[in-house]
């Protein structure tokens, strides 16, 4: 099966790729082969410590690195999981990758690139480099209504493999929760300001009205709501709910759609905006009338699969359409919300006698679509 990379690159692209990888193929960038700078600590990024690109420029320049933290995560504490990097701006991770995707964008290109960049900020610990961990006011956070709502304990959370935190974010006080926030708003801005040098390259190679942005993420950051943090076992919307920001040519009058979409769909969309054929079938539809026109994306129902931990096994199913939300856990306490009266999710509505219909048509809807696409789980009889 190609990936991304395979088919841009059989078409004559360039193609680099910079940044964490998370592909569990070690430090082979699969598809990408013009340009590579690997950052990260796994199996699943490097297969040895001189395969970590970021980490030999930081023993370069004089870094003492502790043990496990080889991915940007040496900060000093303040409390909970924020603080300030111990690195220096130039240094940072973030900054790292994207000025080294921006010396790629300054080479001299022959041919059409794709440059994948892969960042981990904003990220827990939340500690950006300085001057970005004072750049916000814990006083000024308004913290989200669910910020008071506990995650049902009968659902996999507190095995996700972080006890002691999962234990502090039910503990913490909303005082611990607006000092995390103001330090994640640091690293996000810092990521704002990466983005506008990237932009800025683009613009002085004469190549930004020829050039296709996407930016989006592999998933949200809880930071307190239903008092869990991370990523995890669940999909609550502040991990399921990501970004997707399109820019470049064939763009018309700026447009903001409330219809949601699947990431799934970003590979034959790019494809066909590069007029580039599949060789696979697609599970989801292209999106490229949606990004490069005026058209309103296909409103079809959503679905998100998570499989494990860190190793441990931990599979959730969800299905999303139109205002209504189903999570399957393959255990006690299926959730079902109505995302349009209920957009904190704070009303679990798996039990309600007025809302059966609503359950045993979104749980058809899971249960086909976990039959069709061949999932190793299954829905058992109770659910179809």
Known sequence: ??????????????????????????????????????????????????????????????????????????????????????????????????????????????????????????????????????????????????????????????????PATFRQYREASEDQFRAAWAHYLGMVTHLDDLVGELLQSLEETNLRDNTMLVFSSDHGEMLGSHRVQDKGAFMFEEVMRVPLLVNGPGNSAPAVYDTPVSQVSLLPTLLEIAEIPLRSAMDMPSLAESFVGEQTPPDEPVYGEYNRFYGSLYPVRMVVDGPWKYVHYFGPEDELFNLESDPHEMENLINSDAHQADLGRMRGLLADWMEGSDDVFQMDQRYG
Request: proline share 7%.
């Open 1 to 162: 099966m190609p990936w991304l990379g395979h088919y841009f690159r059989d078409e004559g692209y360039e193609t680099a790729y910079v940044g964490k990888w998370h592909c569990m193929t070690g430090g082979e960038r699969r598809g990408f082969e013009d340009y590579v700078v690997r950052i990260g600590d796994y199996d699943t990024d490097i297969g040895a410590d001189e395969q970590n690109d970021w980490l030999q420029h930081l023993l370069s320049q004089g870094y003492a690195m502790s043990k496990g933290k080889r991915n940007g995560g040496d900060y000093k504490r303040e409390d909970l999981n924020y603080g300030v990097s111990l690195y220096e701006e130039p240094d940072f991770p973030a900054s790292y990758a994207f000025r080294k995707a921006i010396e790629f964008i300054r080479q001299e290109h022959e041919e059409p690139f794709i440059l994948f960049l892969s960042e981990t900020s904003p990220h827990p610990p939340f500690a950006p480099p300085a001057p970005y961990d004072e750049m916000y006011s814990a006083d000024d956070i308004v913290l989200p209504e669910n910020i008071r709502h506990y995650a049902s304990p009968k659902r996999f959370i507190e095995l996700r493999g972080h």
